[in-house]
Structure formats: structure tokens, C-alpha cells
């Protein structure tokens, strides 16, 4: 038998996390893999589908500008149902907490088509934060036959929902598979201005902030900070990939882009993006992605926001929520710069998320479900 998966995915973090799967998938005999892409994201997601040379079968190209959720989540839905309709897979693989995520559940389960949520569990508790991803990952798993935990903390939050033990499977999270392919100890980057900065005597901060919640007042005060940090710190170097949302643009050029130490940049390709973090001296951000990544490379980051729902390297000492207060950014910012000790306390290498190999289990947890296989895949644990 031959088991026919569809990956549907739609934006850039989901595409570096499906991408060493995919290409797993396309390894194994068993399976048929086609990969259909809503295009939420266009010029993010095709960076990632090109470094990985992935080809996508179906590609719904979706987006427009200034988007909002209904309209991602009824073009996704609709441009679905003919992709399953042609193709009637056993299984469709979704990825993760963006309105894709749950719109293609949905959908699947619409055409009675089994889901499998790769990233699944992840909890903040909090139902506005992170804005609408806290709700997509939710309903998602309401929609989820198979559950892949990146995390046994993410499998405990699935118990507690009263979803079966049978049904989740605790994988490390496939970020840390990506990032195998990513990062080289001798990477020359092809943005020519990363080769020329000096991170030996330089502080380079590398930020990245555009979530749905901090538009508007947040991310201003976080900008504010930003720019007090980069005049009275005279060796900091701050280099910020600005996501390609207008509303995120809008502010973040108007606000830091005439300063001399401030680097703004288009969306870097992630190979470049992961290596200037593992050269960087620490990372601010609002990315759920860049809380998985960072602390394995050793860098103290701090997060641009109230709670989060990946508590692993915070409890490991390597990430800290600051929020979105003005004052506080610059204060927890500048003791990083300052303070040694409170830096070295921080940037140490902990990788509560993965081991490299979420991909391989995942793999063979399909396999058990679907009876061609009866090894069940062992739990990683994380040993953090
Ligand atoms: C989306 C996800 C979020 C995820 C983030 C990763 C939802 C609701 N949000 O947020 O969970 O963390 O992606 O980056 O699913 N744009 C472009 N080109 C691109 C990408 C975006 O021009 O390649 C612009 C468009 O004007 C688009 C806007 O950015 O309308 C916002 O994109 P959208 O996917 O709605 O929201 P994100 O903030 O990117
Ligand atoms: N990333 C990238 N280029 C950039 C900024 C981020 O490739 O210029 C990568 C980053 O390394 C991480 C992912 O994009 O793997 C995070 O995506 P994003 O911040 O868009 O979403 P989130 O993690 O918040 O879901």
C-alpha cells in the first residue's frame, strides 16, 4: 500500500519547518508526497521553497496585500477543496499555528480526510496572545488525528485537553532538523554587508518584530528603545530583516531608518539569517521560531512580548519575556550589554527542542498509525 500525504502549508516559518520533512517524505517508498502551498506568504515562502528546491504540485497563491484573517481563511478553504477533491489523500500534514494551519485542517476534515499537526500542543494560555496563532493551534488540534509534540511539555498540554496518548507522539521540533542544513561553521554570506561587519568588536544585535498584536503602540516603543539603544551605545550594531507587511514597514522605516548603527534589511534568506544569528552577540525578537532556534546557538534572546507559549528555553535561562514597555526593552537590553555576568548567565547553548531527527519520527509515527509499520517512534526528550 501506498499512502498518499498532502504537506499544506502557506507561510515562511512553516515552509523552513515542513521543508526537512518534505524532502524526508520524498525518500520513502511507502509514501506518495505532494506538497500544496495556500501562498499566505509570497516572496517569504518562495525564499524558503528555493533553498530547500522544493517544487510545490498545487500552489494557491493566495495572498494580497494588507490581508485580513477571513480573507486568508476563505481563499485557503475554498482553493482547498479542489486540491482534495483531485487528489483524495490519506493524509494531510499541517504545520504549526497560522491561519493556513487550521484552514487547511479544516478543510480536511470537511473532505474526511485525516490531519496530521506537526508542532502541535504548544499552549500560552492566553487567548489574544500570541493573536490569532494561540486559537489556530487550538482548533487545529480539535481537527487533529495525529499529534506530533514538538516537546513532552507540548504532549502534557494535549493530555490535559483530553486528547488520547495514542494519538500524540513526542518528535523534537524539525526547526532544529532545518537548521542542520542551515548553519556552517564557515559561512560566507551572500548580503555582502554581513561579511563586512565586525562582530568581534562590535555588539550586534539582530532584531525581528512584526506579530499581528505589537502593530501599532508596541512595536513603536519597541522601535523607541531601539533607537536609544543605538545612539548611546556607540558599539552596538543593530541588524533588523524588516518582514514584508506595510503596516510593520511603515513604522520600522519611518522610525530607525536614518540611523548610522542600525542595519534595516528585506527579509533574509534563512540560511543567511541563521548564520548572522549564530555570529550575532543576542537577539530581540517576537518570533515563536527565533525562541527555538537562538538558545541552540548560544545567544541570549530577549522576546518582544507578554507571555509565551514555549517555555522550555526561558526555564533553561537562555530567553527572556520582557513585553513591549519601552523602558523595560532599553533596561533589559542595555544590562545585556552592560552586565557580563547577566550575559554569560544567559548565552549558553540549550536545545530543549530537538535533536535533529523530529523529521525521522514523525516518519515512522505515520507509519505505525497507518499500520505499515510496528515500531512505534521513541520519545525525544530533551534532556534540558
Ligand atoms: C503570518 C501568520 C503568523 C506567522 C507569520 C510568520 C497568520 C494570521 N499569521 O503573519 O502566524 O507567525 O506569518 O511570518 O496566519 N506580505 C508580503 N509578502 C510576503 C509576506 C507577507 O507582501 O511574502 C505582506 C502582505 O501585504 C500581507 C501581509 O504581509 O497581507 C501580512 O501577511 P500575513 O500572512 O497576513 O500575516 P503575517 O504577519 O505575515
Ligand atoms: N527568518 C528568515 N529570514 C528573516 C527573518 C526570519 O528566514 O529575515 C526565519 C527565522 O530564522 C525563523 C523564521 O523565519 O526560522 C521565523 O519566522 P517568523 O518570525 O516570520 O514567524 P514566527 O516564528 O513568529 O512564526
Given at each position: 500500500?501506498?499512502?498518499k ?8 516559518p ?28 509570497r516572496?517569504?515562502?518562495?525564499q ?15 495572498m ?13 478553504l475554498?482553493?482547498?477543496?479542489r ?31 485525516k ?6 500542543g ?7 496572545f ?22 513532552s ?6 493530555l ?57 503602540k ?5 522601535c ?16 533588523y ?30 540560511d ?10 543576542m537577539?530581540?525578537?517576537d ?12 545567544k ?20 527572556k ?22 550575559y554569560?548567565?544567559?548565552a ?11 523529521s ?25
Amino acid at each position: 500500500m501506498t499512502l498518499k500525504i498532502i504537506s499544506v502549508f502557506g507561510t515562511r516559518p512553516e515552509a523552513i519547518k515542513m521543508a526537512p520533512l518534505i524532502k524526508a517524505l520524498e525518500r520513502e517508498k511507502d509514501f506518495e508526497s505532494k506538497v500544496c502551498v495556500t501562498a499566505q506568504h509570497r516572496e517569504m515562502l518562495d525564499q524558503v521553497l528555493r533553498l530547500f528546491n522544493i517544487t510545490p504540485h498545487y500552489d494557491l497563491n493566495i495572498m494580497k496585500e494588507k490581508q485580513t484573517l477571513s480573507e486568508i481563511t476563505t481563499s485557503a478553504l475554498i482553493g482547498l477543496e479542489r486540491v482534495f477533491n483531485s487528489e483524495k489523500p490519506d493524509l494531510v500534514l499541517v504545520h504549526g499555528d497560522t491561519t493556513t494551519t487550521f484552514a487547511a485542517a479544516l478543510a480536511a476534515f470537511y473532505h474526511k480526510i485525516k490531519v496530521g499537526h506537526v508542532e502541535a500542543g504548544l499552549r500560552s494560555f492566553n487567548k489574544w496572545f500570541p493573536y490569532p496563532e494561540e486559537i489556530n493551534r487550538k482548533l487545529t488540534g480539535v481537527l487533529t488525528d495525529l499529534h506530533f509534540a514538538p516537546t513532552s511539555r507540548a504532549k502534557l498540554n494535549l493530555l490535559k485537553e483530553g486528547v488520547s496518548e495514542e494519538s500524540i507522539f513526542v518528535t523534537g521540533n524539525t526547526v532544529i532538523d532545518a537548521m542542520a542544513y542551515t548553519v556552517k561553521k564557515d559561512y560566507v554570506f551572500r548580503d555582502e554587508r554581513l561579511n563586512q561587519i565586525d562582530y568581534h568588536d562590535k555588539k550586534v544585535i539582530v532584531v525581528t518584530a512584526h506579530r499581528r498584536e505589537n502593530w501599532g503602540k508596541p512595536l513603536e516603543n519597541i522601535c523607541n528603545a531601539l533607537k536609544r539603544i543605538a545612539q548611546n551605545y556607540k558599539d552596538v550594531y543593530i541588524v533588523y530583516p524588516v518582514h514584508k507587511n506595510p503596516v510593520v514597514r511603515e513604522t520600522v522605516f519611518s522610525m530607525l531608518g536614518e540611523l548610522g548603527n542600525v542595519l534595516l534589511l528585506d527579509p533574509l534568506d534563512t540560511d543567511e539569517m541563521h548564520n548572522l544569528m549564530a555570529k550575532c552577540h543576542m537577539v530581540m525578537t517576537d518570533s515563536g521560531g527565533l525562541q527555538e532556534e537562538v538558545p541552540s546557538l548560544g545567544k541570549p534572546v530577549l522576546v518582544l512580548r507578554d507571555v509565551t507559549e514555549r517555555p522550555e528555553a526561558v526555564e533553561a535561562g537562555t530567553v527572556k519575556v520582557i513585553g513591549t514597555e519601552q523602558e523595560v526593552v532599553y533596561n533589559e537590553g542595555t544590562l545585556l550589554l552592560e552586565n557580563k555576568e547577566e550575559y554569560d548567565k544567559m548565552a549558553n547553548a540549550v536545545n530543549p527542542y530537538g535533536d535533529g531527527k523530529a523529521s525521522l519520527r514523525i516518519i515512522q509515527a505515520i507509519k505505525y498509525a497507518f499500520n505499515l509499520s510496528d515500531t512505534k517512534p521513541e520519545e525525544y526528550k530533551s534532556g534540558v
